[in-house]
T-cell receptor
Framework: GAVVSQHPSRVICKSGTSVKIECRSL??????MFWYRQFPKQSLMLMAT?????????EQGVEKDKFLINHASLTLSTLTVTSAHPEDSSFYIC???????????FGQGTRLTVV | QKEVEQDPGPLSVPEGAIVSLNCTYS??????FMWYRQYSRKGPELLMY????GNKEDGRFTAQVDKSSKYISLFIRDSQPSDSATYLC????????????FGGGTRLMVKP
């Protein structure tokens, strides 16, 4: 399957700072990227969908000013958690797909801890 | 009612057992069906996908889809401790821009 690389795998930041998470498709051009949040022992919660060159579409209840998504190229999307607070601590996962693909491929996930 | 329902488990089986994981769905527009495996603190890994009713086999894994009953299953034969993970079913409609709808995931534990 296709490879999606997510970085960093783990990050600890102070409350009030911003954190950027990168998601790269290594061997294909990802026309669409998805960002998920996952709480312990729960399934993935879709936060937003981004298409290359377009503004991201956020799911209901997700603050777009807090979770900034940029999909500037066909191989890179970034999620920036702005002014992070302890309640933003979670596991964030990206996935990438292309119109020619049936399935989506996931990154390794980023565990964010805000202290 | 959620669009995709999946028994959360945990499901505990002895090594070598046959495991059956199941999902039901309510949206008849779903056309593509996938199973992902997720180890603790890792991203989901695609195991299998299918788009037609019937069975699809890959090694010890068999994916089964029954569109008339809106029911999909994943069977694992000769289960191994390394199969211990959370299994997520996912599905999408044909033109949803590849957006997936996930089940809640089933935690599987295979005891040696």
């Amino acid at each position: 399957g296709a490879v999606v690389s997510q970085h960093p795998s783990r990050v600890i930041c102070k409350s009030g700072t911003s954190v950027k998470i990168e998601c790269r498709s290594l061997d294909f051009q990802a026309t669409t990227m998805f960002w998920y949040r996952q709480f312990p022992k729960q399934s993935l919660m879709l936060m937003a969908t981004s298409n290359e060159g377009s503004k991201a579409t956020y799911e209901q209840g997700v603050e777009k000013d807090k979770f900034l998504i940029n999909h500037a190229s066909l191989t890179l999307s970034t999620l920036t958690v702005t002014s992070a607070h302890p309640e933003d601590s979670s596991f964030y996962i990206c996935s990438a797909s292309a119109y020619s693909y049936t399935e989506a491929f996931f990154g390794q996930g980023t565990r964010l801890t805000v202290v | 009612q959620k669009e995709v329902e999946q028994d959360p488990g945990p499901l505990s089986v002895p090594e070598g057992a046959i495991v059956s994981l199941n999902c039901t769905y309510s949206n008849s527009a779903f056309q593509y069906f996938m199973w992902y495996r997720q180890y603790s603190r890792k991203g989901p890994e695609l195991l299998m996908y299918t788009y037609s009713s019937g069975n699809k086999e890959d090694g010890r894994f068999t994916a089964q889809v029954d569109k008339s009953s809106k029911y999909i299953s994943l069977f694992i034969r000769d289960s191994q401790p390394s199969d211990s993970a959370t299994y997520l079913c996912a599905m999408r409609v044909n033109n949803a821009g590849n957006m997936l709808t996930f089940g809640g995931g089933t935690r599987l534990m295979v005891k040696p």
